[in-house]
């Protein structure tokens, strides 16, 4: 049995964390942190916990007991992993960073999305990028780990066997990505009230979202080649999903690409091929760490569509987050992480 | 490991039997029946089950077969268990029935209401009412359980305490009632409709509801007296829940509800007595056997409002009658039950 | 064509009476204030008036050009109105306010609910209580008209008749409502967002709410004696919507009830009594300012069930507003007001 | 004040129609057919509609008595007006098909998308495609209108602008659109369910939709010369809206698309250019004949992504409807369709 810390858990990613860990057999959460919510039981905030965390209470964090856990998580907001960061790994602690603190490789690129300078560039190019399916290797002997996006991760899942099998068209990927209000975080904003987003579809952050040089890099690492992706990401009146649907030209007008797809994921726990001819829900991964995808020609032309569908919560966050645990610990990779997506 | 057989599962009760016996430790799901749906797969209906069921298969009912099963689950429409109850429990297999076809002990009452004639009204006396706060008892030992319905589970519950003390004034209670739209099943239904549904608060069968006399009956058997039960159901849109708000009134002034509360469930796995003041949350037990109960006592006077809430295809349904079976087979009593609920 | 302003046009029942007006064929709004969004068009905040109001932007509150209106209406949280309406008034401008600050005769009552000091005492005995169904003549010669809030609408219209004609039991009155959460305006509350408030049902304010004093005194102007009355609110995943379940015992069992509302309201323009066993929706009002009304008597006891559906927005706030305007300038009582609602 | 018949009234559209004419000041609904619902109160389907048309009901349709109508609106799924189109005809009757029965040339191309034999090849040819942003000047002469569709309504409005000035790159058009549940129309089928569709989000119909020739048969009519298009629809959680996102690569890097799509559509009473970088809301229409419309260029690319919204029922159907009957007997063109959005 480990011991897990949470850093900043009164967020969506630090309940969800809570949800899977109490299911977890080789994991228990000793501490839990909140400066705003100190001596709060996380219980009363989540009424759902009280099934389990009847007494786990939110404290003021501090280093010295933090460091006592095998693993950290941060379930922050970006901006506060990296100034803590270094004090913990050099206190043996594993760090598994949810926010996008350590995902960009290119420092200035961060500091120019995220509007400040980072307090631990040295730790960057430690840092390893969380996705098992491309990482695997690199995440069981990691020190500190960055759990990729929801968006980045629905989209590289999706692009991934055309990229690594070259025969992707990279000079104009479209990503239109669709996503349940959740991935806004619980934060009092007027466009996240219920008023405001249900019965509604709207696109955002066309100009420039947070999450492209992200999946930007991602496909590049993938590709070993530069691409050109084009990401619009949409507000869809669901609490929870990532819907992405992605176009790209192939070059190689034979290859089946559904047997591709079924070849590359064949031994990946949690990414799923759908039969030839389907459309994903997202509702058929909610709550569950499921990647789903499906892969269409239509009218049997050149521009192929991928469907991949994902929960932002779990395999989009906090599911992925414990997937990297396990693989960390050497533990069964899908431990925690069994339960079926709740349907309806 | 024990053998399971369901009756009728395409319906939202089937699935969520599927769902919830997916993580039990105990029993596996043999057989799943469906004359309409013979030969196809489960998870092509509800692609959430790719992840744990990907070759089980509707099949058509076949007795013989069904009595291999150590249990079988009725999840279907109310009509069907009443015809096929008789050869299965001669063939020695226990019988845990979601439907209303055992509920009401007064077969003539029964026939009224769901308008045909009942095919094994002596099994009617035997079935033990499956409700383990109150029966749990006479479950361990029963071969045939009539599983309650929804609204009769949330407000039972809800009474219960008040009734068993005698200082409920029976001769009007009060019963307003809001279920999701899961409810009313997966048939196709206009009344059904996203669009029909959605954005929209609407009361229905004012004039009377086929889980009147059920509730009466229960609360009957509580109180050891006759009631006079007013109850107004109300279609919400939402996916799952019951919240019932209950009003009665007391003839005692003096009595501590909530002591009385807590201490009568203090031992029940499944009924959580929220601290004073709270209003419980139906989404605080989406997807989880939770009954969440809330006593209030507005301006001091003696009229009592009790808010209970319940998922009503776990602990309205399918989670209730997996409880029964592990009563019955004498497993720890939240085995395969113990998921927390998806909050948000 | 009379001059229309608007003091605090920022929250839904502001855009609503810019929605509203904008059809109305004999008033024009001059002026909309807001101090936050001073400079802002209206337009920028809400994209639907782009198709009537390009121009029109929010202004500080100045009250010499606020006194060249014909009317102005307080669309402002409590507080407000009872600060600026007596300037307004001595400077001959006609007040209708939205707000609950003169909603509330006794003083005293207003400001323990409202926890304030109120600035205008002496002018609440002189508010009309805006509620036409009631007040119809008062209204017409008032100079200051106490819209009434959503919940009493819906409650006291379906009480009316019941007290009106003294056969109601009024020794326990229970209002069992059911509120869209545009009830809870447009601020950036955790409670009011999406994923806190979608797919999920719970009352709240159990222990008191400050629609009570107002429903209550309401309900004892019209039974011109006491009333006992329990008043649970519940949130509802919608956006607008009121639905009132009532509840009361009848002292006379040979009143035909249905005749008896249907006789009330035959000259109302906007109450609607459905046809005997009919259940209301709140979707057959959106966004239009009908009240549909059914009468129930389950089991033909006593006990009567009274359902009342109304849009929060309209009959509960803004478009009770201009019937008010209407009234008070002796126009048709239905002008801008006669769009149909919105359904699906 | 003109004649309207309704033809096949209980579906979305008919309900729509009504409710728009309910505010026309120079049309009045004379007939309103339905072979299942002979007899039936509009009213009784539709309860909104009771504050209007409390005495209208369904009748059999008659082409004696739809002849006497100075226009008949076919509300009805394709197959049908094909049937009775000629007969109305010969007597003198225009017609407006909101159905896909006359909207495509090629009648072999109908033939294969609709699956049966056209039974009146001879009027596709004289049929006028009623997008008045096109075709304003035939419509005005029309016997015979064929509404657009409702992707095709946002697709085309879209893409207009490009394509009849030239630099779209038309080789490949990417139209990926996000509709509402009332799209599918009011027939009880399991995926329109509530339980079904909300909480979701899915692609449909990759591999070909009806819609796909309408759209591309419009562009190229616009264009004057082929396009290939790949048109990917959703299924979207709201009742109402269609949100088009577009994709097209410009082959002139100088033009100042703002200033081309302001020009173009200066004199439209229903499309609304947002300002510069602007992301237009499905809600923000939701209920009136707008249609929103914001250009973007990522990265300063030459992708260009237009973001394109309309109420499917709206600008989509019914207010195009009306808007085409105002153009074909010389009303203004906004008669009925000044309503603004409901919002929230």
């Known amino acids: 049995m480990i011991k897990v810390g949470i850093i900043g858990g009164t967020g969506y990613t ?17 501490i839990i942190t909140s400066r705003s919510e100190e001596g709060v039981y996380v219980a009363d905030m989540y009424p759902n916990l009280r099934d389990y965390y009847k007494d786990l209470q939110f404290t003021s964090p501090n280093t010295e007991q933090l460091a006592s ?7 922050t907001p970006h901006g506060v992993a990296h100034q803590m960061a270094g004090e913990l790994l050099a206190a043996g602690t594993k760090i598994i960073d949810l926010s996008a603190d350590f995902r960009i490789k290119d420092v200035d690129e961060w500091e120019k999305w995220y509007n400040q300078p980072h307090g631990a560039p040295d730790l960057v190019n430690e840092a390893v990028y969380g996705l098992p399916e491309v990482n695997r290797e690199q ?10 996006g929801c968006y980045p991760t629905a989209t590289q899942l999706g692009f991934l066997p055309l990229l690594e099998h070259g025969i992707a068209d990279t000079s104009q990927l479209i990503a239109d990505c669709k996503s349940g209000v959740s991935g806004a975080g619980r934060s009092a904003k007027i466009g996240s009230l219920f008023c405001e987003s249900t019965e509604n579809m709207m696109a955002y952050s066309v100009a420039g979202h947070r999450h492209l040089p992200e999946i ?10 530069p691409v050109n992706l084009t990401f619009v990401p949409h507000l869809t009146p669901m609490i929870r999903g990532i819907h992405a649907s992605l176009y790209v030209r192939v070059k190689d007008h034979f290859t089946d690409l559904q047997a591709l797809y079924e070849s590359r994921f064949a031994n990946e726990p949690f990414v799923d091929i759908l039969p030839q001819g389907s459309h994903p829900q997202t509702r058929s991964v909610k709550g569950c760490n499921t990647c789903r995808i499906a892969i269409h020609r239509p009218q049997n032309g050149d521009l192929v569509v991928i469907l991949s569908v994902i929960d932002n919560l779990v395999k989009g966050a906090s599911g992925q987050a414990i997937q990297n645990m396990n693989i960390l610990f050497g533990f069964e990779e899908n431990l925690g992480l069994t339960n079926l997506a709740l349907m309806p």
Do not use: T
């Open 14 to 30: 630090g309940v969800e964390l809570l949800r899977l860990l109490a299911s977890h057999p080789k994991a228990e959460v000793a």
């Open 69 to 75: 856990c095998d693993v950290v998580f941060f379930a």
């Open 139 to 148: 995440i069981k002997s990691a020190r500190l780990i960055a759990v990729p």
């Open 216 to 225: 930007k890099q991602g496909l590049e690492c993938i590709a070993q080649q």
